[in-house]
Each structure stands twice: as structure tokens, then as C-alpha cells.
């Protein structure tokens, strides 16, 4: 099993910025693909899940971030509008066996069954 995300960087406040994770070595459509991230010292969060039907965000990015299938095969993209220094974090591309179906909700944000390594994102105030 592999997640890798990419599109980490730096933004001042209101920007935007864009995140891919590409998963490979399981079954992509039976798993619920989720995005966390960790600040330093604080515990790690869930952000934004997505299935084939269902999509699921925190509160604190709900209307901020989307979350969506990729043009690449096994790939989801994380647009992240409206950026705020809060925001910074590293990033986490994640996949849970959930279901049949697979479905998101925030009782997922406990954690997963995968990580990929993570992409800093920096948002300067």
C-alpha cells in the first residue's frame, strides 16, 4: 500500500493552494480517502474525507477546502481557497477500509488505516 501527496508549499493568508495524493496496492473504490494534518504540538485532525458518493469536511475548512477524484487513476485533490496561518500543518493522505459501502463521516477523523508521508503546507499571516 502507497499514498503520496504533493502539492505542499507556501502562501500568504487568503491564498489558495492544491494538494494530490496518488494511492497504490489496494482496492481504491473500497476505501474512503481522507486528508489530515498536524500542526507542531498539536494532535493530529481530520480535514476532509471522500468515496465514490460521499464527501466530509471539518468544520473549520468546510466551505474553504474541496475535496475530489482525480483526472489520474486512484488520485484525489485537495483544493485548499482562503488560506489562514491556522491552516499550516503537515498534510496527510490517508485511506480507511470502511463500509460496504464506503462512506464518509467525521466519526472517521480517528484515524486510518494508511498514511502517506505528508507535505508541509505553510500559510504566512
Known amino acids: 500500500v502507497q499514498l503520496v501527496e504533493s502539492g505542499g508549499g507556501s502562501v500568504q493568508a487568503g491564498g489558495s493552494l492544491s494538494l494530490s495524493c496518488v494511492a497504490s496496492g489496494f482496492s481504491f473504490d473500497d476505501y474512503v480517502i481522507m486528508w489530515f494534518r498536524q500542526a507542531p504540538g498539536k494532535r493530529r485532525e481530520g480535514v476532509s474525507c471522500i468515496s465514490r458518493r460521499t464527501t466530509e469536511y471539518t468544520d473549520s475548512v468546510r466551505g474553504r477546502f474541496t475535496v475530489s477524484r482525480g483526472s489520474a487513476v486512484n488520485s484525489v485533490n485537495l483544493q485548499m481557497n482562503n488560506l489562514k496561518p491556522e491552516d499550516t500543518a503537515v498534510y496527510y493522505c490517508?485511506?480507511?477500509?470502511?463500509?460496504?459501502?464506503?462512506?464518509?463521516?467525521?466519526?472517521?477523523?480517528?484515524?486510518?488505516?494508511?498514511y502517506g508521508p505528508g507535505t508541509q503546507v505553510t500559510v504566512s499571516s
Open positions: 490517508a485511506a480507511a477500509l470502511v463500509g460496504p459501502p464506503p462512506t464518509c463521516s467525521s466519526a472517521l477523523w480517528v484515524g486510518a488505516d494508511y
